[in-house]
Structure formats: C-alpha cells, structure tokens
C-alpha cells in the first residue's frame, strides 16, 4: 500500500489528547455526531476522502448509538494523517462497535491499534502510560518485512498483529474476493487497446521486479508509468490501466502472503490480467483462483512469459478464460484501513477474555 504520509505530532490526537474541546466547538461537535450515520456510510464508499470525517467525542459525550455492548477500538494514530476522525462499523455489518482516534478514550478503550510506521516515527515515548489489564495492543504493520524496520525493542509489548498476513491476530488484507450471491451471467471487459502497463514509484535497480522488467521489454513493449516515466490518465491508476490486457503486479519484494494493491486494485479494479512476481503461485491460490493470474514463475524465463503474452494477445477466447472467475466472485479492495480496523471487534468477540501476548514479534514477522 502506498500508505499516506503520517501527519506531524501537532495534528495528531497531541491536542486531543490533552486539551478538551473548548465550548466554542461544541456545537460543531454535536452537529457532528448527528450526522456520523451519514458520514459512516460516506467513509465507507469513498475511499479518498474517508479522512475528511471529524469527530471527537468527549468522555462525556458518548455517541447514541453507543450501548454497553458497544466494543471501542482506539486508532493511536490517525494513518489518514488529516485529524481525528470516529466511525460507527455497521457499514461493513460489524454492530457495537466504534473507532476513534480520540486520546480522551484511552483508558475505555478495549483495544487500541499502532500503526509500525508511526511507531517507528514517534517512538515508544508516545505510547500510553496507563494500560488497563485487558485492554489489548494490536501491532499493525502493512509493509513487507524488507521495509520494516525497528522491530528488535518490541517484543512483550503488544497482544494481537494485524498484517497482511494470514496468520496474523487481525488479518488485514489489501484485497479479498467476495463470492457473488448470484453468478454474474455475463460481464463486458473494458475495451483493450494497449498490452502491458506497470505503474511503479519506487525504482530499485536491485529489486528482482526490475530486474525481470529489464529482461521482459527486450521482447514485448512494456509501459511503464509513475515518477519519471509516463503520467497517469488523469492521475488515476485504474482508468490508465483498464486500457491493457496485462498488468506487471509485480511485488517490491517477495514474502509469505504479502500481495498488494499491485494486484487487487491495479490489476483487477482495472480488469487487466495480472502478471505477478511475489510469493510462490500456491500462497497466490489461498487468495485467488489458479486461473485469475500468470506467474511469471511459471515460465522458464521473461522470454518464454512475453511469448505466452503476445501468444494471448492474438487468441481472444484464451484471454478470456482469465475472467471466467470474475462470474462467481467480486474484488474486493479494502477501503483504507476502516474495515480491519473495525475487524478488531470481532476478534475481541471471538476470543473473549484469553490473554496473548506477542513474546517475539521480530521472530514471528520476518519469519
Ligand atoms: C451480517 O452479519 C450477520 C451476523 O454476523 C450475518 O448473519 C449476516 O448474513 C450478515 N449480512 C451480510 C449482508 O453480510
Ligand atoms: C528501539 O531502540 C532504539 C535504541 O535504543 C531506539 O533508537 C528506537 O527509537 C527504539 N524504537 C522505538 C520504536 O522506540
Ligand atoms: C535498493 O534495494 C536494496 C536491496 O533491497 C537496498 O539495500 C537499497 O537500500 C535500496 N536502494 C534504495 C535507493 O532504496
Ligand atoms: C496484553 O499484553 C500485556 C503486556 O504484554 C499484558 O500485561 C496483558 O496481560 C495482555 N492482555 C491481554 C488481554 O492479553
């Protein structure tokens, strides 16, 4: 995930925290809360501007649709990094529960959620002092264990992980299919004019991905997009990419579940078939049919895959066959981060009381 940049400490729930909102604010804050519902519903279908959503609860304004059974999960810092926000989960059918980045619910909380990033920036100094007994610390980290780092002074500290890995306390994926209630009976693919795209920001000579792009293009035109290189369709990945029949999802590194936005959103948002260098093809088909994707592993080199492409590329039917699955299930690319936050919930439901404690999380993530 190109995750958005972290807000400075000011902006964060510093002023939240410790200073109450002053009596002129009130108002804003009560019209707010009246109108959180629909606010709640415009998190979750807009993903860009989910953020916008502000509303801090004072301790002693608790929201109406809060009841005792209602689970709260605190977000210690915002990753939107655009101020606080609350948010009510019944849009993605999790009931009694709520986010909040507002500090003043620190101690009520009954999990709250570090984010690795922010962790790494604000250091353990910005961690609560107080700590209820059975209030859980969910670790979450969504980049690959090559772009952690800091994970040696963590261990014994948090309860639950929430990674993009299957095993994690709180699975948060990038993406997941859904199966339709009804097979889809027909669908028409976005009109293909053009071959193969990849978009790509961080550009690493040693990364294996261009490594294999540099052997690729030698026998198939590739275009390739991001800083430096071709500028988006009106700066949307989607709509630049849905022109191709194939998508380069190639990861920025290889390892155990971690499948990106490379491929649920870039690829298949865009109904490109993806072309994926990440982990090995079985770990792809815990996810996703064996028929949605091409590995490159399955070729013996970028020859032989441009050969298969240019191959499909004249062969309409066989294309196709990449999209028979696309009759029984629908992509599903998380909106931000909202709904595994909101995941948390259930967690807590499911487990109920039983400690954890995460002993070695280094061990355990770059494992
Ligand atoms: C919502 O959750 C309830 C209980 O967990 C379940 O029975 C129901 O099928 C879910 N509805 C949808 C639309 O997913
Ligand atoms: C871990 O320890 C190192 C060295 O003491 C320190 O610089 C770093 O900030 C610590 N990490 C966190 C997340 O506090
Ligand atoms: C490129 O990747 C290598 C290996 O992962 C890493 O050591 C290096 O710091 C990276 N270079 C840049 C500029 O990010
Ligand atoms: C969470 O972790 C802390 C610190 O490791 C521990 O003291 C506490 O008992 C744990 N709580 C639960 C509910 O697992």
């Known amino acids: 995930m190109e995750a958005p940049e972290p807000a400075s400490e000011e902006s964060l729930g510093r002023r939240a925290l410790w200073k109450a909102p002053s009596g002129r ?80 619910l620190q101690r009520k909380a009954h999990a709250i959620v570090f984010h690795h990033r922010d962790l790494q920036i604000h250091r353990l100094a910005w961690l609560p002092q107080q700590r209820p007994a059975d209030q859980r610390w969910v670790w979450m980290n969504l980049e690959s264990p090559t772009h952690t780092t800091g994970l040696y002074n963590l261990s014994g500290l948090f309860n639950w992980t929430m990674t993009y890995r299957m095993d994690s306390d709180v699975f948060a994926p990038y993406g997941y299919l859904k199966l339709r209630p009804q097979p889809l009976v027909k669908f028409t693919l976005p009109k293909k004019t053009k071959l193969v795209a990849w978009v790509v920001s961080n550009w690493n000579e040693s990364h294996a991905r261009v490594r294999y792009y540099h052997q690729l293009k030698k026998y198939l035109p590739i275009d390739v997009y991001g800083s430096r290189r071709l500028s988006l369709k009106d700066n949307n990945v989607v709509k630049t990419v849905s022109e191709y029949k194939f998508y380069l999802a190639f990861e920025n590194s290889q390892h155990h579940d971690y499948i990106t936005e490379k491929l649920w959103r870039n690829a298949f948002e865009s109904w490109a078939v993806p072309i994926v260098l990440g982990p090995p093809r079985a770990n792809y088909e815990r996810f996703i049919p064996s028929d949605a994707f091409i590995h490159a592993n399955d070729f013996s080199d970028p020859m032989e895959l441009a050969i298969y492409l240019k191959f499909l590329d004249k062969n309409k039917n066989m294309y196709q066959r990449y999209f028979a699955w696309r009759k029984q299930y629908d992509v599903k690319v998380s909106p931000f981060l909202t709904e595994h936050f909101c995941k948390v919930c259930n967690v807590i439901r499911k487990v109920g009381k039983q400690p954890k404690i995460i002993q070695d999380l280094s061990k355990w993530f770059e494992n």
């Open 25 to 104: 604010q009130r108002p804003v804050l009560a019209a707010c809360l009246t109108c959180c519902t629909l606010l709640g519903w415009y998190m979750a279908s807009s993903v860009k501007d989910s953020a916008a959503l502000k509303g801090q609860w004072r301790e002693d304004e608790e929201p109406e649709t809060t009841t005792a059974e209602t689970l709260t999960v605190l977000v210690w810092w915002d990753p939107f990094g655009r101020g606080g926000f609350s948010y009510d989960c019944w849009p993605f059918n999790i009931s009694a529960c709520r986010l909040s980045t507002s500090r003043l």
